[in-house]
């Protein structure tokens, strides 16, 4: 069973920096996943089930059971990937302000290991995992609706199950989509309606749309983004329960997704400083190479 937080400030200070881990998270909800604050260790494989296209419906000749089985592939996915983020505070530092500066500096603490795991995540989405690009190579100026058709119609042609995909573009190509005439004209005529106010298109085309600001300007395969069907991808991610003693120690975690980090609180008493960590244990395999289209720059 995991630990749990049982100081009523450290849970503030933990839920509130669930929220970026999860924001910048986001874009992995466009694979196979089995996130759980369940404990593990670093090694433990975890079983992804990657759900495919269902078989076909079939004739009835007497029997129901015929036919009965959808694609479902169980992928084994190590947890071989743990990163952590620590940041600490002196008492003078939380004397001279009115802020909470621990609650900041954990917050933003979150959101960096959200990114950097999202980071290694996407090291998977290679050439030599998932083939030619979807689309041929272009700049961020030249990205538009019509190559959201164009990237469509290569998953069409490779049999991609037409749900759940999701498109999850570098910025600079999420906002060049915004301003095709096609997508821009899709907005609501309200003026306070998300995709005017804060620039979010949650579909387009049949895919969960996603922006990412993560992605290098010299990323070795010159990846700005990718199409994909949840099968390309398996990943996983547990609690990774400490052997040592800390002050507070826990998983934290969001019910609907599973995302979970490790948050422990520990002090140095002769420095007069509190430190707290976020952790995460993880693992991810590519699965399915024609389920991912990827998109590049020349």
């Not at 909470?100 to 290679?126: K, Y």
């Amino acid at each position: 069973m995991s630990n749990t937080l049982t100081n009523v400030k450290d849970i503030k200070v933990a839920q509130r920096a669930l929220q970026p881990f999860m924001a910048n998270l986001l874009p992995v909800s466009a694979f196979s996943t089995d996130f759980s604050p369940l404990p593990a260790d670093k090694l433990d494989t975890v079983r992804v089930p990657l759900v495919g296209a269902p078989s076909e419906s079939s004739d009835f000749a007497g029997d129901y059971s015929a036919n009965a089985d959808s694609t479902v592939t169980v992928v084994p996915v190590v947890l071989n990937r743990h990163k952590y983020k620590t940041v600490h505070v002196t008492a003078r530092e939380s004397a001279e302000t009115a802020l909470n500066v621990l609650e900041t500096l954990v917050e933003a603490a979150a959101q960096q290991l959200a990114q950097d795991v999202l980071l290694d995540i996407f090291t998977e989405i290679t050439a030599a995992n998932f083939g030619s690009p979807g689309i041929s190579a272009l700049a961020a100026s030249n990205f538009d609706y019509k190559k959201v058709l164009g990237l469509r119609e290569a998953c069409g042609n490779a049999k991609m199950p037409p749900n759940p995909r999701a498109l999850v573009l570098d910025a600079g190509y999420y906002t060049n989509l915004l301003a095709d005439d096609v997508v821009a004209k899709s907005f609501n005529l309200n003026l306070n309606a998300p995709a005017v106010t804060e620039g979010m298109v949650k579909r387009i085309a049949g895919f969960a749309l996603h922006e990412t600001t993560i992605l290098p300007p010299d990323h070795a395969e010159k990846l700005v983004g990718f199409a994909t069907h949840s099968s390309a991808m398996a990943v996983a991610m547990r609690y990774l329960q400490p052997v040592a003693d800390y002050q507070q120690a826990g998983a934290v975690t969001d019910p609907q997704t599973g995302m979970t980090f490790g948050y422990l609180r520990f002090t140095d008493t002769r420095a007069n400083k509190v430190f707290v960590t976020l952790e995460c244990l993880y693992g991810f395999v590519a699965a399915k190479t024609d389920a991912l289209k990827r998109i590049v720059k020349p």
